[in-house]
């Protein structure tokens, strides 16, 4: 049986694409996408992520860290198609290289989902905004 992961809370809700021209974001998607290629992960955050690992954060951790933040993202773009592939087994990364360099591009031109009448409002409306407008009832 599969389990249903819950839908993600409006602030959780990423409104960028997680390398959002930061240089450190884009050097761990470079290790990330080294990582699905074959490389182990000491390997691949040495080469594009020495800042990072000096920092005292594990090489392991920085890589799965930015699977769960691509994963997010594309669960918040409703395509829990390309969330899978984020949230392989370790042992599987091989299988999916190509599909996932594919789907980090495919990412990048997501525009944001429009709400569905069955979706949560606090998934649709931010509740900064809800507050703001005194909307209390909603949340």
Not at 6 to 30: K, N, R
Not at 36 to 51: N, T
């Amino acid at each position: 049986m599969k389990t249903r992961l819950p839908h993600p809370s409006a602030g959780d809700m990423p409104t960028d694409f997680p390398d959002a021209d930061a240089d450190a974001d884009a050097d761990a998607l470079a290790a990330l996408r080294a990582w699905y290629e074959g490389a182990s992960s000491r390997d691949a955050a040495g080469r594009y992520l020495r800042d990072r690992l000096g920092q005292g954060q594990s090489a392991r951790g920085v890589i799965g860290q930015k699977r769960r933040q691509l994963a997010l993202y594309a669960r918040c773009r409703q395509r829990a198609d390309l969330a899978t592939l984020f949230e392989c087994p370790a042992h599987k990364r091989r299988h999916h290289a190509r599909a996932t360099a594919q789907a980090v591009e495919t990412l990048r031109t997501l525009p944001l989902p429009t709400p569905q009448i069955g979706d949560d409002c606090r998934n649709a409306l931010s509740v900064p905004c809800t507050r703001r407008a005194s909307v209390r009832w909603l949340i």
